[in-house]
DNA sequence: TCGAACTTCGAACGACCATTCGGTAGAGTC
DNA sequence: GACTCTACCGAATGGTCGTTCGAAGTTCGA
């Protein structure tokens, strides 16, 4: 059975935020030790409860692997949609987009590195509907731009189907490297892919 | 106990076949199903065995895991060396590893991916070291040339520490789209990479 | 302060799974 | 043709794991 939040408003604060905790929690640990390899006892332990308690927030131990995945992709596509619907100068919104994509990423670490470990998972099964097709529109968004550059500068290789490949690449790989605190800010990062995908325009 | 070939020689090409198939049939059903969540029985069964059949072979299933990573790493390790080995223009060393790598990513597909999912398994163990020291000699290898055209033509963003990262994306997410028989070649894509790198250098 | 709603516990259960091992059939060797 | 090495079988085993559920403790609202 799939449980519920509280239906007092006062205790919703409360239960959203420990919510919140199992899921963070989970996606680092998860991460760490992959998601088959992690016990639901050391699942849980990493967050201070018993492993019945997990079941208070979610229905099984799936179905918080599928929310760590809508946690990850879900703002990611709503904000790059706000960032586009404005017009715009194409390399502009490029660079705007690599740089919210980028803080996104290196912000989501966990979230990350377990939506890339279980890229199987994700891609069958109907409960995997919706990543399925969140991370889609987001790769059409990203290639829609890429379209857009391409035909006013003409100077992405290839129309830009490998230039959008690089990119999801380049980006996606980034988490298997950056440390904040580093020589390089997330900005640094984004501007450089971004800097590298345009390098043959004037600039 | 750990299986050992068979001491008649004129035994030993076949059980080196069929040793090759079990490891190949792994990689491909590991990458599409997940390593942990096939079982032993769907394993062999892909591969005409019965699940005792398995320990003919490995000793254990986390072997043939590690099995599939040397068979991964080794190789392209071996080549990139090779073709290192003699002295050259830096860029075209660059454009000759980047073929290679791409080329033996596509042929190894399954390697790949399974290679990537258990990342973090990887990175733990003594199993594991050969893994990873072939892995981070193969980075340093590409690091050395990449500093090289730094050196030669200083266009690269970074002094090339960003464009390392650039690349090992851009190759590895390759086998998460690329698909052979399509538009592109694997030395397309490849030159497209490199192309990309080098935009900024007179060419 | 009382009762209802909420949160967590943790032992128990049933399912699954990697590995073992005694047995068997066939191929190579003398 | 007998003996040995090789390849594989597949039921049995021991262990692990996700999930359940009744009970206990806690917080809230009246």
Same mark, same amino acid.
């Given at each position: 059975? #799939? ?17 919140? &905790? /199992? /899921? ?12 088959? $390899? ?9 967050? %201070?409860?018993?492993?019945? %308690? ?7 131990? $799936? ?29 502009? #919104? ?16 966990? !979230? ?56 999801? %690449?380049?980006?996606? !790989?980034?988490? #298997?490297?950056?440390?904040?605190? %580093? ?14 995908? &345009? ?5």
């Amino acid at each position: 059975m #799939q449980p519920s939040p509280p239906t007092r408003p006062a205790l919703r604060a409360r239960y959203d935020r420990r919510r919140e &905790l /199992v /899921v963070d929690t989970a996606a680092r640990v998860f991460a760490e030790r992959g998601y088959d $390899q992690t016990s639901v006892q050391e699942l849980t332990e990493a967050m %201070g409860l018993a492993s019945g %308690g997990l079941y208070h927030y979610f229905e099984s131990k $799936q179905h918080l692997l599928i929310e760590i995945c809508d946690q990850l992709m879900d703002p990611l596509l709503e904000q790059a949609r706000e960032l586009l619907a404005p017009d715009g100068a194409p390399d502009e #919104q490029l660079r705007a987009l690599v740089r919210l994509w980028v803080a996104h990423v290196v912000e989501h670490r966990g !979230h990350m590195l377990v939506f890339q470990q279980e890229r199987h998972l994700i891609e069958r099964g109907d409960e995997w509907r919706n990543v399925r097709d969140s991370r889609k529109q987001f790769e059409r968004l990203v290639a829609g731009v890429l379209e857009r550059v391409h035909r006013e500068d003409a100077v992405l290789p290839d129309d830009g189907r490998l230039a959008l490949a690089a990119l999801l %690449g380049m980006v996606n !790989h980034t988490v #298997q490297w950056y440390r904040p605190g %580093g020589r390089l800010t997330p900005l640094d990062v984004a501007d450089g892919y971004v800097d590298l995908l &345009l390098a043959r325009s004037a600039r």
